[in-house]
């Protein structure tokens, strides 16, 4: 019997890479002069896994390892101004408009006429993280909202464990094998994994194929159908 469905929401319920795309594209024009795109865009994602265990996920840490990484390819010499336009860039993502997903407020919406708690597990910046939810316009659809630094098992059963819910009752749906389907396996849980159009370098995984309680689809519109099939 499954009492909770948990949503990721980073290109899950709402676009996010594709910010980080266009700022690394932007990246890769304004230091042209001192290396090649290819080797701009590998050296900025390596510096930004290596920070990771210091600013965590999000647009702010993106944007130091941004400057971090001018620094060090142009020797010291990358102008103030395209400092300045990485900060300006930051902040402009993170007042950009949260953009859902096809058919996301309608998946929502349904899966709490269930009557099960509805969870929104996300992982940044808690400010960022509570803004972007709130320009969502689907905050009101949650019971519950957990925003952590990470996501791996033990998140997992944290989360759950406060709410009083069993993992074994519990289906993760997401865009990330790495942090919504396996660590949610691991846990007890069931996962659903929604992928996105494209994945961060750091969130590769390979899928849990032939797993009993994994499950994959290609819309949110075939949400419900699993659901169905799992309960
Ligand atoms: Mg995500």
């Known amino acids: 019997m499954i009492t909770a469905i948990a949503f990721d929401g980073d290109d899950t319920l709402w676009h996010n890479e594709p910010l980080f795309w266009a700022?690394?594209?932007?990246?890769?024009e304004l230091l042209a002069p001192y290396s090649d795109p290819?080797?701009?865009?590998?050296?900025?994602?390596?510096?930004?896994?290596?920070?990771?265990?210091?600013?965590?996920?999000?647009i702010k840490g993106f944007v130091l390892s941004m400057i971090e990484t001018a620094i060090q390819v142009s020797g010291g010499q990358v102008p103030n101004?395209?400092?300045?336009?990485?900060?300006?860039?930051?902040?402009?993502?993170?007042?950009?408009?949260v953009h859902l997903l096809d058919g996301v407020a309608e998946a929502v919406a349904a899966v709490r006429a269930r009557g099960v708690t509805v969870m929104l597990i996300?992982?940044?910046?808690?400010?960022d993280q509570e803004s972007k939810l709130a320009r969502s316009g689907l905050a009101e659809l949650f019971d519950v909202v957990e925003i952590v630094s990470e996501k791996d098992a033990g998140t997992y059963k944290r989360v759950l464990a406060r709410q009083g819910i069993a993992p074994e009752q519990t289906v993760?749906?997401?865009?990330?094998?790495?942090?919504?389907?396996?660590?949610?396996?691991?846990?007890?849980?069931?996962?659903?994994?929604?992928?996105?159009?494209?994945?961060?370098v750091h969130e590769h995984a390979d899928a849990p194929t032939g797993h009993a309680r994994y499950r994959r689809i290609g819309g949110m519109a075939e949400l419900a159908g699993v659901l169905d099939a799992i309960a």
């Open 23 to 28: 700022s690394t594209q932007r990246f890769q």
């Open 122 to 127: 996300t992982k940044g910046d808690l400010f």
């Open 38 to 58: 290819a080797a701009l865009a590998e050296r900025l994602t390596a510096t930004e896994i290596a920070n990771l265990g210091l600013f965590g996920y999000g």
């Open 81 to 97: 101004g395209v400092i300045q336009e990485f900060l300006d860039r930051g902040k402009h993502m993170l007042a950009h408009p």
């Open 172 to 200: 993760m749906v997401g865009n990330s094998v790495r942090s919504d389907v396996l660590p949610m396996l691991e846990s007890g849980g069931w996962a659903v994994h929604l992928p996105y159009a494209s994945t961060w």
